[in-house]
C-alpha cells in the first residue's frame, strides 16, 4: 500500500504544478499579446494622423508644382534649342552632382533611388582621385552617400523638407553652388508624375562657359559672357526650383502612400492579434471550467 501511494501523491504533485505553471504561462501570453495589441494601434493612430497630414501637403505642393513647371521647362527648352548641352566636355574633371533629397523619411524609396542613381555614377571614378563633386540638398542624402563617397561630398544643405522650397532656398543653394567653380554637371532628382510613381530624372547643370560655346547660341541675340554669367546663375536657381518642387511633391506623395500602407498593415496585424487574444483567453477559460467540474466531480 505504502508503495502505491507514494508515487499516487507525487503525481498529483507534479500535475497541479504543471497546470500552475501552465496557467501563468496563458496568463503571461495573455498580457503580452494586450501590450503588442496596445502598441499596434497607437503606430496604427500615427501612421493615419501621418497619412492626412501628408495628403492635405501633398495637394499644396501639386498647385505649387504646376507654376514651378515653366522655370525648368524653359531652361531645358534653351538647353537644347541652343545646343548647349552638346558643347560639354567629355571626360572633364570638374564635374558636379546636385542631389535633391530632404531631411526627412518615412517616405518610400525617395531618397534611396536619388543616392543609387549618383552610386552608380560615382561607382566609375577612382578611389583615391574623385573627378565629381557632389552637392547634397538634404540630409538624406549625405546619410546615404557619406559611407562610401565622403571624399567626393563637397556642400550639405540641411533643413530641407520641413517646409515647402521656395525660390529664395534655391537662390540660397544656387549661390553656393556657383561659388564650386564646375564646368558641367547634373541635378539629379524624382520627377512626380502620378500620385503612386515618380521617376528619377537628370537634368544638366552648365556653366558659363559651357553655355557660351554653344553653336546655336547666335540665333537668340549677340551676347557677350556678362550676360551669360548673370543669365548662367538664374538657370541654376530657376532649375534647382524646379527640381525642389518636383521632389517634394513627389515625395509628399511617396509619404502619402507609405502611410495609407503601413495603416493597412497595423489593421491586418491587429484583427490578427485580436483573434490570438480570443482564442488564448477562451483556452484559460475552458481550462479553468475543465479544472472546476473536475474538482466538483472529485467531491461527489
Excluded at 190 to 215: C, D, G, H, I, W
Aim: hydrophobic share 40%; net charge positive.
Amino acid at each position: 500500500m505504502m508503495m502505491i501511494s507514494k508515487p499516487t501523491t507525487m503525481v498529483v504533485c507534479l500535475k497541479g504544478a504543471a497546470t500552475g505553471q501552465q496557467q501563468n504561462r496563458n496568463m503571461a501570453t495573455l498580457k503580452q499579446i494586450s501590450m503588442r495589441l496596445k502598441s499596434v494601434t497607437n503606430i496604427q493612430k500615427i501612421t493615419q494622423s501621418m497619412k492626412m497630414v501628408s495628403a492635405a501637403k501633398y495637394a499644396r505642393a501639386e498647385r505649387e508644382l504646376r507654376q514651378a513647371r515653366p522655370y525648368g521647362e524653359g531652361v531645358r527648352a534653351f538647353f537644347e534649342k541652343s545646343g548647349a548641352t552638346e558643347a560639354v566636355e567629355t571626360g572633364d574633371d570638374n564635374k558636379l552632382i546636385v542631389a535633391i533629397t530632404s531631411d526627412r523619411g518615412l517616405c518610400g524609396a525617395v531618397h534611396t533611388n536619388v543616392a543609387k542613381t549618383i552610386r552608380n555614377e560615382l561607382s566609375n571614378e577612382s578611389v583615391e582621385s574623385p573627378q565629381s563633386k557632389v552637392f547634397c540638398v538634404g540630409d538624406k542624402s549625405r546619410a546615404l552617400l557619406q559611407r562610401l563617397y565622403a571624399q567626393n561630398i563637397a556642400v550639405v544643405a540641411n533643413e530641407v523638407g520641413r517646409k515647402p522650397p521656395t525660390f529664395l532656398d534655391a537662390s540660397k543653394v544656387a549661390n553656393e553652388l556657383v561659388q564650386l567653380n564646375f564646368n558641367s554637371g547634373k541635378i539629379v532628382f524624382n520627377r512626380f508624375k502620378t500620385v503612386v510613381s515618380y521617376q528619377t530624372e537628370e537634368v544638366p547643370l552648365l556653366s558659363a562657359k559651357t553655355m557660351l560655346a554653344a553653336p546655336k547660341l547666335q540665333l537668340y541675340d549677340s551676347i557677350d559672357q556678362g550676360v551669360m554669367e548673370s543669365y548662367q546663375e538664374f538657370t541654376v536657381a530657376a532649375l534647382l526650383y524646379y527640381t525642389m518642387k518636383e521632389s517634394a511633391c513627389s515625395e509628399q506623395s511617396s509619404r502619402m502612400t507609405a502611410m495609407d500602407n503601413a495603416s493597412k498593415n497595423a489593421a491586418e496585424m491587429i484583427g490578427k492579434l485580436t483573434l490570438t487574444f480570443n482564442r488564448t483567453r477562451q483556452a484559460v477559460i475552458t481550462r479553468e471550467l475543465i479544472e472546476i467540474i473536475s474538482g466538483a466531480a472529485a467531491l461527489e
